[in-house]
């Protein structure tokens, strides 16, 4: 006799599987975003249609599936060749080149550049937002090519890699650069003993001929980070008679030999893994000099402001991309019967999250629009203080937001198949690179020292939206009191102007609910350290407002 247990527990029920969100797919990550598509019809209406193009390969499941296996299958290094000869060669999965392709094949580093539009700052800054919500390892080519077109223009000594590097294309050939269609760079600063203070540096260039702007030098020493080895050329400081010197290193030589440089490791990164971070040595490369001898810092940072902003801008699209996640799966996902999202504890935390990239987005866009009118004294001086302000708070902040994002979707934001740990690994980067956030401090202490009169333009763009707002009045009376104070308070200085910046243009740019709740939690004292506390706002016009779509 068969014993059939008939009892409604012998089976598992069938899973609800409207309960298992899908993939987000398909949504255009541009046309959705109530803040990107904002800057483009308001600076730049001309570049919807290339932003459209990049916004709705944001979320093309292919697309995300070539950033995934970017990460999976990092790069290698190859010393030798077959014959034993020495070619310092970096394998790459093809996925990384579908990234490099599709990055420079949109213009991610270079539309501000080669657009002769008004707004072409914000319409780049726009792509390079997009392009960090697919991937941060090639957003490192990008910035760093973005930030060097002003030093190779004008220089007809570097003529052949100012010309390749604005290309919208990728050549990943190794070959000189005049053979190539287009080319990318590198910045290679950092050496063992430090990365902050390059007057350090210990590797040194000699001239081959005469000293001076242009001439040819041979380099000496190392660089202890080094990423993107593969690029055609790289921009490096060195000790020369004159002090400390840029130079411009290409990778092979015009007869097609490699230059007197050795790669001895691949970094093993915990984030940005796609993206090949060496330890390189010089040995006679030949350079050209850059800039004056002794001006080498001067030269370098030049270009700072740009990859500075660039690395905001990115740190706000990588907080957009943890938060379209967190909204689609909260929104698509029940517990107790209702979304997630409407979940009474849960919705201050999703609200919080939408507040923070409101305010990182409008502050990178708000420097990018300074970068468009450099012709006006006062918009020289928002980017000159603006710009650390932006990268400091902006990258910083995107750790928390992707920790909290990974906690409000749940396990499966732990799991590689899933975005988040990705973003979640890439997340502190930004702010180590290009200056770590202390560099940024004191780099705001130093205008503030220099160019006191730099902080009224600031306080011009806060104080319409401070009449309205007496905690953002109050924010700016600290202000001005805390620029006399010690240095030690610099970072509660820099903290206070981020808040307060974004607060204004949140009045300025985003619906009420937003910029009230903004204000009252960030600069008001009912607010604690983490995401979720808000009170007594408009949780869901907030969400809203954050919505793709
Ligand atoms: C993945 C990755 C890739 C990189 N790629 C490159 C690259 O391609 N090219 C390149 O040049 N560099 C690269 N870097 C290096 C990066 O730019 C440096 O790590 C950074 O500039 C900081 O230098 P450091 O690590 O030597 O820290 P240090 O300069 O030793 O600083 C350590 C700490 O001390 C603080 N500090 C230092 N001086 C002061 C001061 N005066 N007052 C207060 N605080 C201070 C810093 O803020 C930091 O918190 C890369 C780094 C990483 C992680």
Redesign the pocket.
Known sequence: MTLVDETPFSRPRPIPDDNLVPDLHGVDAFAGDAIASGVVERYAPWARERASALGSRVWDPEVLETARKAQRHTPELRPLDRLGREVFDVDFHPSYHDLMSLAFGSGVHSLAWTADEPGAHSARAVLSYLWNQVDGSTA?PTG?AYASIPILRGRPELAPWAEKVVVEGYDPADVPVTAKSAATI?????EK?????LRANVTVARPVGRRGTGETYLVNGH??????PMADCYLTVAQTEGGVSCLLIPRRRADGSLNGIRVNRL?D?LG?RA?A?SEIEYHDAEALLVGEEGKGVRTILSSAEYTRLDFAIGSAGLMRAALSQALHVNDHRTAFGVPLSQLPIQAPVLADLALEWAGAAHLGFRVARAEDHQDDVSEQLVSRLLTPVAKFWNCRRVSGVTEEVIQSIGGNAYIEEHPLPRYYREAP?NA????????MV?DVGRVLAREPKALEPVLDDIRPAAAEHPLLAGALADIEELVNEPEDTTRYLVTRLALAAQAALLVEHAPTAVADAFVTSRLGTGWGPGYGTLRGVDFEAIIDHARLG
């Open positions: 490192c760093m590198g910045y290679f600063m950092t003993h430090g990365g902050s203070d660089k202890w980070f080094a990423s993107v970094k990164k940005n993206n971070s980067l180590i690179w290009e200056g770590t956030s202390n560099m004191m």
